[in-house]
């Protein structure tokens, strides 16, 4: 294909949030009529480069051409302009609107009267779109009423209608059924002779090779590199996928471990969580994996009493518990540490002790705060996980990320529990304060408690958890004893690839169909 | 299992955080002390009347109701709630409270059923916020017609005049200086600080206004935190009602009105921002104070009543550009970051 075939070219892209590189100089080009899949863990930088493009963030580094023109400063609306489009999972649509107001919504046809919308015409113009996808989309009804999937064909025939010749589909399929992922295929193959250019990003492995021809893959914001799909196959895309050098690992202490400490029958709550089952000993970490959606933060908060479930028992100790709120839970002896510290996590405005005995205070003193213990127990807990605190009085807020983190963790310390859950203990937390966290975690493992440590982190994942818990679309899939399990094992599970089928998803889309 | 628990470590030896050097000057108090001085000292020099014993001490009295109301609302606005309907609440329980002492029901029982009736006011407010998922500040709004129409409709719109009967709380000055209605003030002052800094209420009501899901995972009861503080803002509510009643000997349905504005306005000025989580009494104080100089000030200078009202307006909206603008300095409000 010759250069003006290129609809677009971004060339060293680098992202830095913080101190953190999210993308790392990292080059992709789109051509003509082509679909080019975009394949990376959980947090690769994958959304982050699609963003870039979209006009949603601007980089730090690197230049950005569309056709052939290099763009200098790029805003969504620019992007627009330029003929971009992006899908997302969870539509941005109007649901109280029709499907033709949706369409031209901000654009709205007017008849020989100013001001008022001609809605005949309307659909006349949108009904030769829809024609000629062979899609079924009623419209006149309205979005609210609409499937899943009609949400993301009326965002296409959107994109359309604004002359888009790229559009970007980020994780279309996550949630629609087999069938209706079929005609999304159908869908792309026609839009691909028109000659669009389509990004598409999916963590389903067999979708790229089906539908893709290049693909890109990142890793921790590295280029991996970009390859035509003919000429490399599911094996080669997840050993570029993973595959990191040992120091990204640590090297946890061995622990023993004991009996059975916790256990979890049958938590199920329809369509989110589906009957999952599994026992964490004394002294055990026990990881639980799966891409974003999977259902593993869900199933946590029906144990620790956030969500009520359907069904299911909780036994600690030999003794079936009762939980109904957060509170019965930490009497029990859950504790859990979120994963959106500023959302769930932090109290914003107020000092150090107060978030560190917040729940000593709470659930275990009586009505008058004995600001003496509290204080005393608070300098210990900030000494024992070397937290930097200027004074008594310094709003948590003020503190760094990893130093809130260690708060968060602190405030769960000063009782004794029995079951621990992490989720994503270490999400934005620098690399020291990460291996202070997960030294603190084997302490409390040597201590005899016991650990459920949600992670997206592959090392994470790999260097401190006893066992592995796989979930997919809501189920559990596999617990694999962790000795000698690789990233590229995990990643294979977790998309649901058996490695002797080759490119097949096993237990691919069950019933997500709502 | 519970009551077994302990802690995992018990500290061996005291170890210290460093005791916060605040400068005095760094609070907002602070800053309204200066203004009320340079306020004192400009009406002292155009009226020295201002200045004279008997002027400071009417004052003390005329802020003393002013004061127990906004101690209660401190509360509240902490939770992060409100509750617009306080001076209708006043309206009717004083009404009520009145009538009972005209018909010769002695003053306990009347006393006693005023009170409880604001008690409720503010629990009905605080229940139905949350169980329809409304903000209190809209059905606080609603219940103000409600209890303004009940009070209009049991005194058919008259005054309800008690000359005489029931002068004790409102009028005595102790010593014959000191307003016991200012006292009484103070003593809510200081429960409301105990309650906010000693007591596991006081950590609920930070924590619900804070980050309620926060509060929430920790253990706490969202709603009844919430609800506490509604029915002890009824009661602070209470008294108030009884001292005004004490204090003018007569009340009306139209008794009270507009002193939520006052309350919320002083609460706001003392450093309580209207998204909660934050504040303390110390500040409410000397934004009650300022209100009462302000108001007084005024009258010493012959300021047309009208034009007493407008002040307080603009008062209020200059104490919310106070406190955005401070949120603005620490970067609170910055923009929500694209990621």
């Known amino acids: 294909m010759t250069d003006s075939e290129t609809l677009v070219r971004l060339e060293n892209i680098t992202k830095i949030y913080g101190t953190h590189k999210v993308l790392d100089s990292v080059s992709f080009d789109l051509k003509r009529g082509e679909v080019h899949c975009l394949v990376g863990e959980n947090g690769a930088g994958k959304s982050t480069l699609i963003k870039v493009l979209s006009g949603a963030i601007t980089p730090e580094d690197g230049e950005i051409y569309i056709n052939g023109n290099l763009i200098r400063s790029m805003n969504p609306r620019k992007a627009i302009e330029l003929g971009i489009s992006t899908i997302y999972q969870d539509a941005e649509l109007v649901d109280s609107l029709t499907v033709a107001d949706n369409v031209f919504l901000g654009s709205e046809q007017t008849g020989f009267l100013p001001f008022v919308v001609d809605k005949y015409r309307q659909f006349q113009r949108i009904k030769e779109t829809i024609d000629a996808l062979h899609i079924d989309l009623p419209e006149s009804s309205l979005v609210e009423e609409l499937s899943a999937s009609q949400k993301q064909m009326l965002q296409i025939v959107k994109a359309l209608h604004r002359d888009s010749k790229i559009i970007i589909m980020d994780e279309p399929t996550s949630s629609l059924g087999l069938q209706e992922t079929e005609a999304l295929m159908e869908i792309i193959r026609n839009l691909r002779n028109q000659g669009i250019g389509i990004v598409y990003i999916s963590h389903y492995l067999d979708e790229i090779f089906e539908i893709g021809d290049r693909v890109t893959i990142l890793k921790d914001g590295e280029d991996m590199g970009t390859y035509d799909i003919s000429s490399i196959d599911v094996e080669m895309v997840i050993r570029k996928m993973v595959g990191r050098d040992a120091s990204m690992f640590y090297s946890k202490k061995n622990v023993p471990i004991g009996d059975v400490q916790v256990e979890i029958r049958n938590m199920a709550k329809s369509g989110v969580v589906e009957e999952v089952s599994f026992s964490v000993r004394k002294g055990e970490i026990l990881g639980i994996g799966g891409l974003v959606g999977s259902g593993r933060s869900e199933m946590v908060s029906l144990i620790f009493g956030v969500d009520k479930p359907d069904s299911g028992e909780i036994i600690l100790n030999g003794k079936s518990v009762k939980i109904r709120s957060p509170r019965d839970a930490i009497r029990a002896g859950i504790c859990l540490i979120t994963e959106d510290r500023r959302k769930y996590g932090v109290l914003t405005g107020r000092n150090v002790i107060e978030n560190t005995a917040l729940v000593h205070n709470e659930v275990f003193r009586g009505p008058i705060i004995d600001r003496k213990s509290e204080r005393l127990l608070t300098a210990d807990m900030i000494d024992k996980l070397s937290i930097s605190v200027a004074d008594d009085d310094q709003k948590i807020e003020e503190l760094s990320g990893g130093n809130q983190q260690k708060v968060i963790i602190g405030r769960w310390l000063l009782d004794d529990a029995v079951l621990y859950i992490f989720d994503e203990p270490t999400k934005g937390v620098d690399v020291g304060a990460k291996e202070q966290i997960y030294e603190l975690m084997t302490h409390l493992v040597e201590n005899g408690k016991s650990i459920i440590m949600v992670s997206s982190d592959m090392p994470e994942l790999l260097s401190l958890s006893d066992r592995i818990v796989i979930m997919r679309d809501g189920c559990l899939v596999d617990i694999l004893e962790n000795s000698g399990v690789r990233e590229e094992d995990l990643i294979r599970h977790f998309v649901g690839v058996d490695p002797k089928m080759g490119g097949t998803k096993t237990n691919g889309k069950p019933k997500k169909t709502q | ?339």
């Open chain 2, 1 to 339: 299992m519970g009551n077994q628990r302990k802690h995992s470590d018990s500290p061996t030896q005291p170890k210290r955080i460093a005791k916060a050097k605040k400068p005095i000057y760094k609070n907002q108090w602070f800053f309204l002390v200066m203004v009320e001085i340079a306020l004192a000292i400009i009406t002292g020099m155009i009226n020295p009347r201002f200045f004279t014993t008997s002027n400071l001490m009417n004052i003390l009295e005329q802020i003393a109701v002013l004061g127990i109301i906004s101690s209660g609302m401190t509360m509240l606005l902490i939770s992060g709630e409100i509750d617009i309907s306080v001076g209708a609440s006043i309206g009717l329980a004083s009404c009520v409270t009145a009538m009972m002492i005209r018909s010769d029901w002695g003053y306990f029982l009347p006393v006693v059923v005023g009170v409880v009736i604001t008690i409720f006011n503010s629990f009905l407010v605080g229940a139905t916020s949350r169980v329809f998922k409304a903000p209190s500040f809209i059905t606080s709004l609603a219940f103000t017609s409600v209890f303004r129409g009940i009070a209009l409709a049991i005194t058919k719109g008259s005054f309800q005049t008690i000359y005489g009967k029931f002068e004790t709380i409102g009028t005595t000055r102790l010593w014959n200086i000191l307003p016991l209605s200012f006292i009484i003030s103070i003593v809510a002052y200081f429960v409301v600080h105990f309650i906010l800094s000693y007591t596991k209420l006081g950590r609920r009501i930070y924590a619900v206004g804070s980050n309620p899901s926060a509060a929430y995972l920790s253990g706490i009861s969202v709603t009844w935190s919430k609800l506490t503080t509604f029915l002890l803002n009824g009661l602070f509510v209470g008294i108030a009602a009884i001292v005004l009643l004490s204090r003018i000997g007569a009340a009306q349905p139209s008794t009270g009105s507009g002193i939520e504005l006052k309350a919320i306005g002083a609460v706001v000025i003392g450093g309580t921002p209207l998204t909660g989580g934050k504040g303390n009494i110390m500040g409410t104080f000397f934004g009650v104070l300022l209100m009462g100089i302000i108001s007084n000030a005024l009258n010493m200078m012959r300021v047309n009543p009208y034009f007493q009202e407008v002040t307080f307006g603009i008062l209020i909206i200059a104490s919310l550009a106070v406190s955005v603008l401070s949120s603005y300095r620490k970067g609170h409000f910055s923009v929500r970051k694209p990621d």
